[in-house]
């Protein structure tokens, strides 16, 4: 098996990497005083998701797997809590943050779904 790649078939990682992408693109339109600020909070918590997964599929043990899964759904969480503010500060549009959002709560269901796979691997 290509270790390396082998995250690329995961849905989970799929998703998330298109929220990441998706995030990244919209937030260039914040404004110029929030770079270092909700500019990049928001990039760091949506990139966290495709690359935890990434870097806990690498480890080769599923007990890290599951961590680094878990690390990615916090992740997701504080990106939620973000997009809600971002909106609130109408730094994005209803259509923009409803697009983001769908994207991100398939990602959180199919993650929940891996997370619990795992789970249900290490406790056989």
Known sequence: MNREKSYKRLRAWELAHRFAIEVYKISKGFPAEELY???????????????????????????????????????????EYLLEVVLELDFISKSEYEKLEAIRLEAGLVLNGLIKSMKDKISK
């Open 37 to 79: 600020g909700l500019t990049s909070q928001i990039r760091r918590s949506a990139f966290s998701v495709p690359l935890n997964i990434v870097e806990g599929q690498a480890s080769g043990s599923s007990k890290e797997f599951l961590r680094f899964l878990n690390i990615s759904n916090r992740s997701l969480a504080e990106a």
